[in-house]
């Protein structure tokens, strides 16, 4: 079973950055595609990026040129380098696989970007 814990979020202001940090625990992290989602306030939780086990990556419209998903399969963890932050932005950031997030949900980790 893969268990997630996420952290790195926080305050900044419009323009910041912030790189935030999911590690996994289980096997199945090496073989697995991996994402990167968030949830704002009244609103449905989205796919932001994602990157499969051979380092391909993809991502939502609205982060392509600000948003960087890596991972390092050896320490079972992925990142989120957030560049260019803007007020909507502001969501509990979470990471599962993909395309179906089958992993328990970890508690996320909150981004408030302030204008």
């Known amino acids: 079973q893969v268990q997630l814990v996420e952290s790195g979020g926080g305050l900044v202001q419009a323009g910041g950055s912030l790189r935030l940090s999911c590690a996994a625990s289980?096997?199945?992290?090496?073989?697995?595609?991996m994402g990167w989602y968030r949830q704002a306030p009244g609103k449905q939780r989205e796919l932001v990026a994602l990157i499969t086990n051979g380092g391909g990556t993809n991502y939502t419209d609205s982060v392509k040129g600000r948003f960087t998903i890596s991972r390092d399969t050896a320490k079972k963890e992925v990142y989120l380098q957030m560049n260019n932050l803007q007020p909507e932005d502001t969501a509990v950031y979470y990471c599962?696989?993909?395309?179906?997030?089958?992993?328990?949900w970890g508690q996320g980790t909150q981004v408030t970007v302030s204008s």
């Open positions: 599962n696989t993909v395309p179906i997030p089958f992993a328990s």
């Open positions: 289980g096997s199945i992290f090496s073989i697995a595609s």
